[in-house]
């Protein structure tokens, strides 16, 4: 039997097929100018109740800015993915120098890779290398995992900590370089953050992780799907979606980034 061939450009596509990537815009205000975010659940699109959509927080700094808001946010993936959709939209037509961009940099343990018109859910990058250790994961949608594994703890295996924070302090010194009012808010705590993230003590999870909903959340059996079971919106509440979008904003109009501390953020 011929063994099959293929084309070497078949294994490096020229471009990545994002046409099923999802986005998601509020321009009530019809304004021009636009907030452009970028980043895994906590940047993520709104998916519940329509009267529920001021309480994420880029909807209310939708209506404190009257800008145009748009996110590529998409919950549990790899900073490759959110890499991509920022240079798509440097390289489109909708980018605009006076445009204000957000970049949320997720966790290092998600494997590094979108095949999402393979099949791939964009959730299944956060929860990758748990597979891998054999933690029982109760969903469907992993056995496309099971069907790649040998090939994965191969590529698992030339993942490092220190790959990830490389590209996190190449893409803060990029962003800075932007003609752009920008800012990299880590998701999670980094090794050495202090030395290469222009916020040097503080990360989103840190406002999940105080809040006393978190508790039952991520310890009563639930953390391997707690991307798809936390009720609260960005993985905050309300109040804390509200105190982020005023942060974000104060820094925008005076550049303190000193105002990103958990000063402010409530515990319920």
Known sequence: MNKKTHNMKDYFPKFVDRRKRESFELNKYAEDKKIVIFGDSYAKSHDGPIDDLGKNWYAILHDRTKRRVITHGQGGTSLLYSKQELFKYLNSETYNEDDWIIFISTSYSRIPFVHIDDGWKPYQQSQI????????????????????????????????????????????????????????????????????????????????????????????????????????????????????????QNYFNNGDISTFTLKGFSRT
């Open 129 to 248: 290398f748990s597979y891998l250790s054999d933690v029982k994961i109760d969903d469907i949608d992993y056995s496309i995992i099971e069907d790649n594994k040998d090939a994965l703890e191969w590529v698992a295996r030339g993942i490092t900590q220190e790959d990830f924070i490389n590209d996190v302090s190449m893409l803060q010194a990029f962003l800075n370089s932007l003609p752009n009012k920008t800012v990299l808010i880590p998701a999670f705590r980094y090794y050495a953050m202090e030395k290469f993230l222009d916020i040097k003590d503080f990360s989103l999870v840190e406002v999940s992780e105080q809040e006393t909903i978190h508790e039952s959340l991520f310890h009563d059996g639930k953390e391997k799907l707690f991307i798809k079971t936390d009720p609260r919106y960005n993985h905050m509440s309300n109040r804390n979606n509200e105190v982020l979008a005023v942060k974000i």
